[in-house]
């Protein structure tokens, strides 16, 4: 009996020192494995490595000759953005040329008509000082005649006596001739007229002259000292009986005798207006002193 239970426990003994030895050869082997996993993940890395550079690689050497598919469509897409963008700017340089040219063209038009109004306004003008110089000279020469003054000069007279045989020829006179009578007017032309109608004024009781006579010159009735009206001129415009005139602008022209005249004013100059008559187009220089005075009466009328 005894001896059945030490062979037991021997049996046992060698038993748990084989599970032993078992055990530790199950770990052993475990850990082989685990290093052999660990070389396999480094050598997998390493080769994804390598093949993600050759990959790289290969995609700058194709990208180097122009033959990445990557490049060469975003080569196509910006050909394409710069193409358009060239296209835009066609067309706005086209569109700025066009707008340039019509501007061109219709300051053209505008500079050629206001030049020829220009050139109208002024021929307007000098004909008309023109005129008015022509009356003012034919009013002092019947002046001139009314009072008996001439500006004539008479020849003087001398005697030529006969030569005699031995008498040396005589030597042309070589002196200057005289220099023509010259007037110089120290006075205004409204004072000049003011006084031709005065003249006038004095003469007629004297010297009827009839209407059909050619020295017969119509003047201006006497003007009432009392009345007098607001007149002036400011920037190009009338200010009259307070009221703003212009030019161009449609009027009546009245004096003192009752006459009333359509007009329109022509030119507005610094101490006088000029006004056009609609009858037969003559013009008229009216000054500020005989509006002023009453001599002329201004009133406005419509354009129609």
């Known amino acids: 009996m005894l001896a059945l239970f030490r062979e037991s426990c021997c049996w046992i003994d060698s038993t748990t020192k084989l599970a032993g030895i078992c055990t530790d ?26 093949d993600k550079l050759a990959s790289l690689k290969r995609q700058l050497q194709q990208l180097q000759e122009g033959t990445l598919q990557e490049y060469q469509k975003r080569m196509k897409k910006l050909d394409q953005q710069y193409k358009e963008r060239l296209r835009n700017a066609d067309l706005f340089l086209q569109l700025e040329t066009e707008q340039v040219e019509r501007n061109y063209i219709k300051e053209k038009k505008a500079a050629v008509k206001e030049f020829d109004d220009k050139k109208v306004e002024l021929k307007e003008n000098l004909i008309a000082e023109l005129e008015e110089k022509k009356k003012m000279i ?9 009072t008996g003054d001439s500006m004539e000069v008479k020849p003087i ?142 009133r406005r009328r419509s354009a129609a």
């Open 138 to 146: 034919e009013n002092e020469k019947l002046t001139m005649e009314l």
């Open 157 to 298: 007279m001398t005697r030529k006596l006969r030569r005699r045989p031995n008498d040396p020829v005589p030597i042309p006179d070589k002196r200057r001739k005289p220099a023509p009578a010259q007037l110089n007017y120290l006075l205004t032309d409204e004072q000049i007229m003011e006084d031709l109608r005065t003249l006038n004024k004095l003469k007629s009781p004297k010297r009827p002259v009839s209407p059909s006579s050619p020295e017969h010159v119509p003047s201006a009735p006497m003007e009432s000292p009392t009345q007098r009206y607001e007149a002036r001129i400011e920037d190009g415009k009338l200010y009259y009986d307070k009221r703003w005139y212009h030019k161009s602008q449609a009027i009546y022209l009245e004096s003192k005798d009752n006459t009333k005249i359509s007009c329109v004013i022509s030119t507005v100059g610094t101490n006088e207006i000029w006004v056009r008559k609609t009858s037969d187009s003559t013009k008229m220089r009216i000054y500020l002193g005989q509006l002023q005075r009453g001599a002329f009466v201004i």
């Open 25 to 50: 050869t199950e770990d052993a082997s475990e850990t082989d494995l685990a290093k052999h996993d660990e070389d396999d993940y480094v050598e997998i890395k390493e080769q994804m490595y390598q």
